[in-house]
């Protein structure tokens, strides 16, 4: 076993993760690692969407936004800890600003105002975006600045245990994914940053990026308290490249077509709204609205249950074509709804044919496709309702610290986010909690482990080695395994949630813990990472699935989850919302007794001190305790 030592470690190489970092060194924490199992993956490198939205603070215009202004739309999203929300809107600009000067290019005018545009649940023009790699380019950005400063990487390293004593953290066990021998890594260290993304692995039907699968067990198993893992968002996306097809894909006006069996090509979504003109209208607000939202299921949402009822229900395949007018527009663009209209109109795109309007709009939004083998000037682009976020994750408090002394989860591994939130609120909520994490360790934090680490950590590694021992087999099935326990999710506890079936679902769920060792046999020492994963996922599906059934019975559908009895769901109302629901976060928390949930009050927005002279002596009081 290898062994390493650190006053800071940051789990994940993303622009969370590295933002974290920079902001370490910065700070004067110097010695510090980053490990990651693989630098390349990770959703903020792999992900985007048409022009993917960075949310912050308005920056431009004659709005007059303040830092509180945005603290309530954060926190009005329900679910949402206001002294977080707080937190994120006060750090926004200042969080912005280092990006834009490390060279992430958002767009200004000729005064140099970074001017914005609305998204969704968002009163302000907040949202900006440079493009369909907003967060690729943030990354490499941060990534470069990291390396500049020669912050150690520990690639190909995968987290496997967060070690603690006395609730404390003292460091983390990896696996050696550079060795054939697939040996482990000991890392003593008091303080650990979690910016391993969301838990993309559970669901079958995903956006997220293949490479992308989440660490989130690594802080469940560790006794960290999780906050609203019921609160996902659902949309459209394409399969045969993931990919979010939102904003302009919806705004140009689309076919969309249905492709049974024989062949037969239908525009279905004509039989169930009222007109071509309706269709068009909730398609083009589908590029605002793009998460699926209960409230809107007879509106844009329709659209997602529509697709939903094609491809699940009926087993056929849905397309986007962009080659072709849609019924309602052959004779033009006269009877458009006034919103589609003027957007089109103001854009300059009132021309023949989605793909042209495309290519007027946003042509980096075709390039990107063809970058992956899709040539959408050609042929249709399938999709399907995919998860796409995961808004709860583990409960932090202002500065992102979890109710273990030492560690620390930020970006979508950190529940920050609630019921609703405003498009691109991930990308300023991960920037700011790398921040905040940073600033805490280097003025709060203890730097040193006197806990008999050796010891630990050798005992860490003979029960993970028990477990190694157990499921060794002839005949490898992680894969196969894993794709079983991803169709259950995706089936059972996606954004249709009937409440006896997500039971029964999760009795199964239990099951599979508990055979877990027989169920997963690997063959060679390379496999290992992914035995890891599989334990990682199906613990996370255990306890998101609790978590929903605990929502689904308490407050009905919100978000994006519709919850109905039993029965054809296109014909079913939603179980209705109680909104006093939203003055709660949803908790689970590992326990003797197993995963325990429960209903928590969130935390107000707090009062702050604004008068300057009371804020100045503070600050210089902080500095005077940090040099010493």
């Known amino acids: 076993m290898k062994f390493y030592e650190y006053e800071a470690v940051v789990i994940g190489s993303g622009c969370a993760g590295y933002n974290c970092a920079d902001w370490l060194y910065d700070f004067g924490v110097k010695n510090i690692a980053v490990v990651t199992e693989g630098r390349n993956k990770g959703t903020s490198r792999n992900t985007g969407s048409d022009k993917q939205t960075y ?30 929300a707080l937190a994120e809107a006060a750090n926004s600009a200042r969080c912005f ?48 600045s990291v390396i500049q400063k020669e912050i150690k990487i520990l690639d190909n390293c995968q987290a496997v245990k967060l070690l603690t004593e006395k609730g404390q953290i003292v460091g983390v066990l990896c696996l050696d994914l550079s060795s054939e021998e697939a040996g482990y890594i000991a890392i003593k260290t008091p303080c650990v940053v979690m910016a391993t993304g969301g838990p993309a692995a559970v669901y079958l039907n995903s956006v997220y990026p293949e490479s992308q699968t989440g660490n989130s067990s690594l802080a469940l198993d560790a006794g960290a308290e999780f906050a609203n893992l019921c609160e996902w968002q659902y949309g459209l996306a394409s399969v045969d490249f993931r990919w979010n097809v939102s904003g302009t894909y919806q705004q140009v006006l689309p076919r969309y077509i249905s492709i049974d069996e024989q062949g037969v090509e239908r525009e279905f979504l004509n039989e169930y709204f009222s ?78 044919l989605p793909i042209a309007r495309l290519k007027k709009m ?103 080695d028990k477990l190694v021992t157990k499921t060794k087999g002839t005949q490898p099935t992680l894969l196969s395994t894993r794709e079983t326990y991803q169709k259950e999710m995706s089936a059972s506890f996606a954004f249709l949630r009937n409440p006896q079936e997500m039971k029964e679902a999760k009795k199964r769920i239990s099951q599979r813990i508990d055979s877990f060792c027989n169920d997963n046999r690997w063959t060679e020492k390379k496999e290992l990472s992914a035995l890891f994963k599989n334990l990682d996922l199906l613990k996370m599906q255990e306890a998101i699935a609790l978590s929903m059934i605990e929502a689904a019975e308490n407050f009905g559908s919100r978000g994006s989850c519709f919850v109905f009895d039993r029965g054809d769901f296109l014909e079913r109302k939603p179980k209705a919302e109680n909104e006093e629901g939203r003055k709660y976060i949803v908790t689970a928390k590992k326990t003797e007794k197993g995963i325990q949930t429960g209903r928590t009050p969130v935390r107000p927005v707090p009062e702050r001190e604004l008068w300057f002279e009371k804020v100045w002596n503070s600050c210089k009081e902080l500095e005077r305790r940090k040099q010493k």
């Open 55 to 84: 949310y912050k603070l308005s920056l431009a215009g004659n709005e007059g936004d303040s830092v509180y202004n945005m603290a309530q739309t954060l926190f009005s999203g329900g679910g949402v800890d206001g002294d977080i």
């Open 275 to 352: 007109s071509p003109e309706e269709v068009l209208k909730n398609v083009f607000l589908k590029g605002y609205e793009w998460p699926f939202d209960v409230r809107k299921i007879y509106g844009s949402s329709f659209v997602d249950l529509l697709v939903y009822e094609e491809t699940v229900v009926k087993g056929r395949k849905v397309y986007m074509d962009f080659t072709r007018e849609p019924k309602g527009l052959q004779n033009g663009f006269e009877k458009l709804d006034k919103t589609a209209y003027d957007y089109l109109k103001n854009s300059d795109a009132l021309i023949p």
């Open 97 to 144: 600003m280092k990006l834009a000067n490390l060279g992430v290019d958002f767009p200004t005018n000729e005064y140099g105002e970074f001017v914005g545009y609305k998204t969704d649940h968002d009163p302000y023009s907040r949202a900006t975006s440079i493009g369909p790699y907003t967060s690729k380019k943030m990354t490499e950005v941060l990534e470069r």
């Open 362 to 464: 946003n042509a980096g939004a075709i390039e990107l496709y063809r970058e992956h083998g899709i040539d959408l000037e050609r042929e249709p682009l399938r999709i399907a309702v995919c998860a796409q976020h995961c808004n709860g994750g583990v409960r932090v408090d202002k500065d992102w610290q979890t109710n273990i002394k030492g560690l620390y989860v930020i970006g979508e591994a950190a529940g920050t986010f609630g019921v609703f939130r405003p498009g691109g609120a991930a990308l300023n909520s991960c920037q700011v909690g790398g921040f905040r994490a940073a600033r805490h360790i280097s003025y709060f934090a203890e730097r040193k482990v006197t806990a008999d680490f050796s010891h630990i950590a050798e005992q860490a590694a003979e029960e993970l």
